[in-house]
């Protein structure tokens, strides 16, 4: 089974419309994060989480809300979506350790592909 | 502040040519650094790391040196294959929380 997962797969969804991607993972980890693609962009942070009690802004939350269930849930909501949100999301986690050190590696879901029509 | 400038593509090779995609970085400190491969439909994946100046991250055939003098982190590799077919993504961590910095990506089709 996937460590890092994302539900949906795929979505297509209206302008206005409230979405809520998920992200579940089994490794573990404290530090969990949602990036977007966009072609031509790589990969830009939206929100990240050190653990439960603690969410971040990263680069492009406007527009975007966040929501730590639990250690291994990380949800991303768009409240009123918009066209120019249509792009591909990952969800990622980090925290492992390798020997005594924390590793910074980040381990990615497969992703979500949101068309906002 | 933190930057990562990668290499444009697309970059069409031959079976067994040889690749460079090249990768800059701007950094306070010193920061770890990365690529990743993406697989058509999938997620990243880690492909190589490198912690500090000197290191060389290897695996699968490519390599990359970190090069402080020239904040560099060029992906190489010998002898290419269609399997090799991804996009590639420079990433360096750096700052609370280890946030990441991305490239924008580097396509590369392999065709025998």
């Known amino acids: 089974d996937a460590d890092v997962t994302q539900t949906p797969r795929n979505r297509i969804t209206k302008t206005g419309k409230r979405i809520m991607l998920e992200c579940s993972q089994t490794?573990?980890?404290?530090?969990m994060y949602w990036y977007r693609q966009d072609p031509g962009l790589g990969l830009r942070l939206i929100y990240y989480?050190?653990?439960?009690?603690?969410?971040n802004k990263g680069e492009i939350s406007d527009g975007y809300s966040v929501s730590r269930q639990a250690q291994a849930k990380f949800s991303l909501s768009l409240e009123s979506a918009i066209p120019n949100q249509t792009a591909l999301y990952f969800c990622?986690?980090?925290?492992?350790?390798?020997?005594?050190?924390?590793?910074?590696?980040?381990?990615f879901g497969p992703g979500t592909r949101l068309t906002v029509l | 502040g933190n930057s990562v400038t990668q290499m444009e593509g697309p970059v069409t090779l031959s079976e067994e040519a040889f690749l460079t995609i090249n990768c800059t970085y701007t950094?306070?400190?010193?920061?770890?650094l990365f690529w990743y491969v993406q697989y058509p439909g999938e997620g990243l994946q880690l492909l190589l790391k490198?912690?500090?100046?000197?290191d060389k991250g290897s695996n699968k055939g490519f390599e990359a040196t970190y090069r402080k003098e020239t904040t560099s982190f060029h992906l190489e590799k010998g002898s290419v294959q269609v399997s090799d077919s991804a996009v590639y993504f420079c990433?360096?961590?750096?700052?609370?929380?280890?946030?990441?910095?991305f490239g924008t990506g580097t396509s590369l089709t392999v065709i025998p």
């Open positions: 989480s050190f653990d439960v009690k603690d969410i």
């Open positions: 990433a360096l961590s750096r700052g609370v929380g280890n946030q990441f910095y």
């Open positions: 990622a986690t980090s925290g492992g350790t390798s020997g005594r050190v924390r590793s910074d590696e980040q381990f």
């Open positions: 950094a306070t400190g010193y920061p770890s």
């Open positions: 490198a912690t500090k100046a000197d």
């Open positions: 490794k573990g980890h404290d530090r």
